[in-house]
Nanobody
Framework: QVHLAESGGGLVQAGGSLRLSCEAS????????MGWYRQAPGKQRELVAV???????TYADSVKGRFTISRDYAKNMVYLQMSSLKPEDTAVYYC?????????????????WGQGAQVIVSS
């Protein structure tokens, strides 16, 4: 099991910047991918950005060019630098980790989630 703790949420004006941090603990050696999802009121949870164990990032089209995901493997942390924020970015942002456990013969996967960090972008 991986435990995830988020920080850095808050209020920001449109056009501003905010940086989210997520620290992983527990079975961190099993983590493959880490990233961020978000859920706005009345909407489904959506992928924001993910970085693989090899360091390759993937972004949602809505945040490309504005958000940057980074990962510190030594500190077991993942970050989301958000710039040029828009009111539509307002959501609860969840850190997540995708892990693979067990021997090759009996491999299974698990997704773990943080408690969520509120981000509110005002007009």
């Amino acid at each position: 099991q991986v435990h995830l703790a988020e920080s850095g949420g808050g209020l920001v004006q449109a056009g501003g910047s905010l940086r989210l941090s997520c620290e992983a603990s527990g079975r961190t050696r099993s983590i493959d991918d880490m990233g961020w999802y978000r859920q706005a009121p009345g909407k489904q949870r959506e992928l924001v950005a993910v970085v693989t164990s090899g360091g390759s990032p993937t972004y949602a089209d809505s945040v490309k060019g504005r958000f940057t995901i980074s990962r510190d493997y030594a500190k077991n942390m993942v970050y989301l630098q958000m710039s040029s924020l828009k009111p539509e970015d307002t959501a609860v942002y969840y850190c997540y980790a995708h892990s693979t456990y067990g021997p090759v013969e009996r491999t299974y996967t698990r997704d773990d989630w943080g408690q969520g960090a509120q981000v509110i972008v005002s007009s």
